[in-house]
């Protein structure tokens, strides 16, 4: 999956949408494609073991439980209560973080803070 991944996120003609679609589908164990807390930690894992090894980032990705942890407190911003490691994030959650980060990196560089 790790390639298929890393390829899938480097696409420069995927939209966002179809990137997150396209990871969803990898790497969900559900039906419904919705990421697990255990999901995403492998797929975040995957993605930055691939962009190491192929050199795009320099240091060593950090350890499976800090990306765990890092996951839980994006579940808890996003839903405002105390997230567990069972706790999923739906496509539609994504799509609006990826919108948000967009949106922010445009005000960051119309202030000069980019």
Not at 12 to 17: C, D, F, G, I, K
Not at 28 to 34: E, L, N, P, Q
Not at 77 to 90: A, E, T
Not at 93 to 107: A, C
Request: with cysteine; hydrophobic share 45%.
């Amino acid at each position: 999956y790790e390639v298929f991944s890393c390829a899938t996120l480097l696409s420069p003609r995927l939209s966002t949408e179809a990137k997150l679609a396209v990871l969803c589908g990898i790497w969900s164990y559900r039906d419904d494609a919705r990421i697990g807390v255990e999901a995403g930690t492998n797929l975040l894992s995957s993605l930055l073991l691939g962009l190491h090894r192929l050199s795009i980032l320099v240091p060593s990705p950090p350890p499976s439980d800090e990306i765990a942890n890092d996951i839980c407190r994006l579940l808890w911003v996003l839903r405002k209560n105390q997230p567990c490691r069972g706790d999923v994030i739906m496509f539609e959650e994504l799509v609006m973080l990826s919108e948000l980060d967009v949106s922010m990196r445009h005000v960051f560089a119309a202030f000069a803070c980019v």
